[in-house]
């Protein structure tokens, strides 16, 4: 089955950074959009940023400027790179794929497992 495997996640000080790596792997015939989501205790998840088979970028308000987004089509991954963390991108951060299997017949959304990123004041 497809597999989406998270990494990068750890404990950093405000103002630090991290890079989260996402791995898809399995019968995999075409991947659409890629993204990002988190989700704190006691709080919904959301979407951190996004970015679609063309190479186009959403981000949260919340993260402009501060977290980059990027995939390699090769290797099927998606990175998040997050400078100047705060205390408020405490989360466990999901990935998200979009994945036609080979032979499927329609695409459908998988996730990572996730990984905990905190950041202390």
């Known amino acids: 089955q497809v597999r989406l495997v998270e990494s990068g996640g750890g404990l950093v000080q405000a103002g630090g950074s991290l890079r989260l790596s996402c791995a898809a792997s399995?019968?995999?015939?075409?991947?659409?959009?890629m993204g990002w989501y988190r989700q704190a205790p006691g709080k919904q998840r959301e979407l951190v940023a996004a970015?679609?088979?063309?190479?186009?970028?959403n981000y949260a308000d919340s993260v402009k400027g501060r977290f980059t987004i990027s995939r390699d089509n090769v290797k099927n991954t998606v990175s998040l790179q997050m400078n100047s963390l705060k205390p408020e991108d405490t989360a466990v951060y999901y990935c998200?794929?979009?994945?036609?299997?080979?032979?499927?017949?329609?695409?459908?959304?998988?996730w990572g497992q996730g990984t905990q990123v905190t950041v202390s004041s």
């Open positions: 399995g019968r995999i015939f075409s991947i659409n959009a």
């Open positions: 998200n794929a979009g994945i036609l299997n080979t032979g499927g017949y329609y695409p459908r959304d998988y």
């Open positions: 970015i679609n088979d063309g190479g186009s970028t």
